[in-house]
């Protein structure tokens, strides 16, 4: 029995040629019907999941530039954060208590405006590098405006 290219060398060059051709065809209808196509009839019959996944491809890109955005940013010693956090006290109000610890700053907070309490929280982590650890806060009702009362635990950056 000859092999398979000894009978392919065997044919005329039109025969070659043909056959060729309908080997080619047939590989690529093979790989649309096997690689192509049921991908495109996924993303046809939910587009919902279309959807939430391009969602999360734009939070994990948004994470990713908060994360480089991070590292880009001069580390501070703990001493000079806490001088930031009581520097930017300020703005939660005077019903604000704010005890120093190690590693972690406590807060009291007696009836602090929410918008007051943001804004601190966006300068602490942006200017002083410190995020909330633990809050135990509670939400006054006597007035139209929201008002936070409680304890916020804040981590100061490692030394």
Not at 6 to 26: D, I, K, M, N, T
Not at 47 to 65: F, I
Not at 90 to 95: A, D, E, I, T, V
Not at 114 to 134: G, Y
């Amino acid at each position: 029995m000859r092999s398979l290219s000894e009978r392919f060398a065997a044919l005329g060059p039109r025969e070659q040629r043909w056959l060729s051709l309908g080997v080619g065809v047939l590989s690529l209808a093979l790989l649309i019907g096997v690689g192509v196509l049921p991908a495109l009839r996924s993303l046809r019959a939910n587009p919902l999941a279309q959807d939430q996944a391009n969602a999360q491809l734009q939070t994990l890109h948004l994470l990713q530039v908060h994360a480089q955005a991070s590292q880009a940013r001069p580390h501070i010693e703990p001493a000079e954060a806490v001088n930031r956090l009581q520097a930017s006290a300020s703005l939660l109000g005077g019903n604000t208590e704010i005890n120093i610890g190690d590693q972690r700053v406590n807060l009291v907070l007696r009836g602090t405006p929410a918008k007051a309490l943001a804004e601190w929280l966006a300068r602490a982590r942006t200017e002083a590098h410190s995020v909330p650890f633990e809050a135990r806060l509670s939400r006054e009702t006597q007035t139209d405006e929201a008002l936070w009362s409680g304890t916020l635990v804040m981590t100061l950056p490692p030394r």
